[in-house]
């Protein structure tokens, strides 16, 4: 059941620090009025039953490890998603949470078995989006992009540990595929171009915002100099 | 320039798994790149590529690591004893005072938090691959766990990956297990039968507490005894029927349109749905990057996947679509300031009593700068 009428979500978010103390009081404010009528007004604050607050608490700094599993972006960003991005986000959460719980002595084997296999999942949904050419594209109908292929290698690179290299293995070759097709876009001067369908029109408008800063700025102090 | 130190921190990634000539390659290309990144530094302002730009250079392990890493450290903010990197200044919660009380308050969204988580954690990871554990790095920590916007993720897809990357280090290297055994008292003000102690110790560290709060008013008291860190969470959600009442992002990014033609026939089991969409800020950019539409299903109406696949091909610039059982994603490369304007019927599955007054439409930049906040949103009225 959900509630009816456009969410509206608030978070607070903080560290409980009891490494130099003894003791910590914090008082966290529900924004929520117990009421939602307004007296002489025609809406209300909000439709009648619909707020729902949870407490979430756990240890050390990382947050919630693995809240689902598997894990998806509706269970750790509340989005719906499909394509690259999602796939990759849910391999990479899940081995980022491995890795944590490898490196602070906490993993148990089921854990990461179930863990690796949800990774395998991942992996098989990825290669749907993969070119043979040595590519990755955003979704289905998308063309395929540096910038997606790059972050394809470095989470594929990162996932990678030799324990674990029984149940969930990223070939070489396809490594190798990428990284030449990645080469390929490198200019002379050392810097990597976008490929020709996102190159004026990234998927991530950040990267366009910021070049023309650089512009501006590099132009301004020229005009110093 | 963020581009280019994006693809050199996968290269740096992969490196190992590469193998003959390739290897060889990949090395010169690097250098390559260390290269330009070198002498391009020092026009750098901007701190979410110099934050990329220095993790990139000390993965490469280059000599002009430690420039950066000045630079680096003069462009870090500070707020509230917590050390973080941002375009602009990212606003604390708020602190209300009631009775001598310290109330703390949701935190409120910016329109740059995802860069700004990203940025940081990029900072984060040059520290601890420097100096390890330190004062600052702890700040940063304590900064980038006020930035949850979710409860497990961040703000949005690409900075939650390296946040969890940045705070894996950095628990790895804190070692805070074996001092851990604190005993943390909830306490909801308008529920007392709800209350709950947590005892959180060495082996129950990653295990979860979530607590329902059924009475949603007033506030909830913490109180945390003993030794150790902690993330503590309060998420509050609730529905508004009132387009004034719901967020609005600084300035309007999109226009949305939805209309629904329920059939004359068959007791309305038919809906065809017209969505138009647009970009509107043409001013920062001619289009829009990658966009996601959510489209909620009213209650007993659904879509198959296959038809709505079929559907995606017909209409330009849509390049995928997801239906989940209580929506409809479409996806988009992008949108300009053209209007674009398509139709899908969905169809009545299961007879239920309708009684949802309001349903909700969305639309966001897939990976915007802000999260979700930049969205525009219709709310449907169902007859």
Known sequence: ?225 | MGHTAHVLIALSKCSESLEGSLKVDTATAKARSVNYLERVLSYLRDPYEVAIVTHALTLANSPAKESAFGRLHSLRRENEGMVYWSREPVASNGVVYENQRPFVQPRPPTDQDAVAVEASAYALLTYLARDGIGDLQERTVAWLNTMRMNDAGFVSIYDTIVAMEALTEYAYRARLREITDMTVLIEASASPQASQQVKIQSDNLATVHTLEIPNVWGHVNVIGRGAGQAVMQLKVQYGVDWEDLRDRPKRPYFDLFIDETYSHFRNKSHIVVEACVKWLAIDESPTSGAVTLEYELPSGYGYVQSDANEAAKGISLVSDVLVSSSRVVWLFDRLSGERLCFRFQVNRWYPVANMTMYRSALVYETNSPGGLLNNETKLIDGD
């Open chain 1, 1 to 225: 059941m959900q509630p009816e009428g456009a969410t509206i979500t608030r978070h607070t978010s903080l560290m409980l620090d009891l490494k130099n103390r003894a003791h910590v009081l914090r008082f966290l404010d529900i924004p929520v009025e117990e009421s939602p009528v307004i007296p002489y007004s025609k809406f209300r604050r909000y439709v009648f039953g619909s707020p729902r607050a949870s407490v979430t608490l756990c240890g050390d700094v990382f947050g919630p490890v693995l809240p689902s599993t598997p894990v998806s972006t509706d269970s750790m960003l509340s989005r719906s998603l499909r394509g690259t991005e999602a796939h990759l986000f849910n391999l990479a959460t899940t081995s980022w949470s491995l890795h944590y719980l490898r490196l602070t002595n906490q993993l148990q084997s089921d854990t990461l078995v179930s863990g690796l296999n949800d990774m395998n999942v991942q992996m098989a949904d990825l290669m749907r989006l993969y070119d043979v050419q040595g590519s990755f594209k955003a979704h289905t109908n998308s063309k395929p992009s540096v910038w997606v292929t790059a972050w394809v290698v470095r989470v594929l690179g990162q996932s990678q540990f030799q324990d674990w290299e029984n149940n969930f293995f990223v070939d070489r070759k396809l490594l190798a595929s990428c990284v030449r097709w990645l080469l390929s876009y490198q200019n002379r001067d050392g810097t990597f171009d976008e490929t020709f369908s996102y190159s004026s029109f990234p998927l991530d408008r950040r990267l366009l915002i910021v070049s023309s800063i650089i512009d501006l700025s590099t132009n301004f102090s020229i005009f110093n100099d």
